[in-house]
């Protein structure tokens, strides 16, 4: 797992970067990679404009049966006083408000927020390798 302090919209420079070379080594073809590093990179910008500070954290999972990535940002901000609103307007689809956490969800597979008391926001996303790409032979 790798962890990243976020703080100021410089870091996200470098998260990006190494969040592309993760999960290029990790087989993910360039397609995925951009939706992957795009969606760290709204993430992270969130953190630095809504919540001053967090941590982005990137880890590489491997079940049984598929294998991805997750991208978890904690922050320690405000929280988002009107999350439903939010994540309902993000649904309507001419939203121009919201738009960075509807490309989020859209461009991952596996999509979870939510709003820690006191304690700021947990985003948690994940993309799985395709099956076809996955096969090298190692369990
Ligand atoms: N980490 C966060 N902490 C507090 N509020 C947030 C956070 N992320 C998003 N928000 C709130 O959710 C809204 C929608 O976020 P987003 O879809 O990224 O759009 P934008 O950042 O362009 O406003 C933001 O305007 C902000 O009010
Ligand atoms: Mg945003």
Redesign the pocket.
């Known amino acids: 797992m790798k962890r990243f302090p976020i703080k100021y919209e410089w870091d996200v420079v470098d998260i990006r970067s190494q969040v592309r070379e993760l999960a290029k080594k990790h087989g993910f073809g360039d397609l995925d990679q951009a939706r992957i590093v795009q969606s760290v990179s709204?993430l992270a910008k969130?953190?630095v404009?809504?919540?001053e500070e967090g941590i982005v954290e990137v880890c590489l999972i491997q079940e049984e049966e598929r294998s991805g990535i997750r991208i978890k940002v904690q922050?320690f901000?405000?929280?988002?006083e009107d999350l439903e609103m939010?994540l309902r307007s993000?649904e309507a689809p001419a939203s121009v408000?919201?738009?960075?956490?509807?490309q989020v969800r859209e461009s991952m597979d596996d999509f979870s927020i939510r709003v820690l008391e006191g304690k700021g926001?947990l985003v948690q996303v994940t993309k799985w390798l395709e099956e076809q790409r996955q096969t090298d032979g190692s369990p």
């Open positions: 709204e969130n953190v404009e809504h919540a922050d901000g405000p929280g988002i939010i993000s408000e919201g738009f960075g956490l509807k926001t």
